[in-house]
């Protein structure tokens, strides 16, 4: 009876030791891939969005893969830009624009809407593509220029324009109609 208890806890044992070993071997390569150099690791393909915010409300968004080899090397590509979302597979970026976008300099004018809201226009506000409302402005506080001005639409080539419009018609908007 001994001789079977003897066989049966070495056979115990002999497992236990192998399943340990085998643990041992297989976390040890893990860390092997952890400690590899960059240049030895295998790349990496993620989904990025990269969105940009302007200072007009515009804003614009790429989505696209891209394969990376170290994390450092993604960072660095992107610094400009904080990451508002990040999941296995995808990062989402944003980057805020002290400035007007490209697309305003170009074709941007400020217009009044149908409404009477200020908006920014690709374009002649009669034609153009209404693009972005900001807010509500008093019309019978306007001198007619500026209202003349404001139906055909001011050319917005620069964020410095485009504050000065802001800041001119943000007036109107508290200003109490013209008394006649």
Do not use: C
């Amino acid at each position: 009876m001994k001789k079977w208890t003897l066989l049966l806890i070495f056979i115990i044992l002999s497992g236990m030791i192998s399943l340990h070993i085998q643990a041992k071997d297989m976390s040890d390569q893990g860390s092997k891939e952890e400690d590899k150099a960059s240049w030895e690791r295998e790349p990496l393909t993620i989904e990025i969005e990269l969105k940009t915010k302007y200072i007009d409300g515009q804003e614009e968004e790429v989505r696209k893969k891209q394969t990376i080899w170290s994390m450092e090397d993604l960072w660095s590509d992107y610094s400009d830009y904080r990451v508002t979302h990040q999941d296995q597979g995808e990062i989402n970026f944003l980057r805020e624009v002290d400035d007007i976008s490209p697309e305003t300099k170009e074709n941007g004018r400020i217009g009044i809407n149908e409404k009477g809201e200020l908006t920014l226009y690709y374009g002649n506000p009669e034609k153009g593509k209404a693009v972005h409302s900001y807010f509500q402005i008093n019309l019978d506080a306007l001198e007619s220029y500026q209202y003349e001005e404001l139906e055909k639409g001011i050319p917005i080539p620069t964020k410095e324009v485009f504050l000065e419009v802001m800041e001119t018609y943000t007036q109107e908007v508290s200003a109490s109609p013209k008394e006649e």
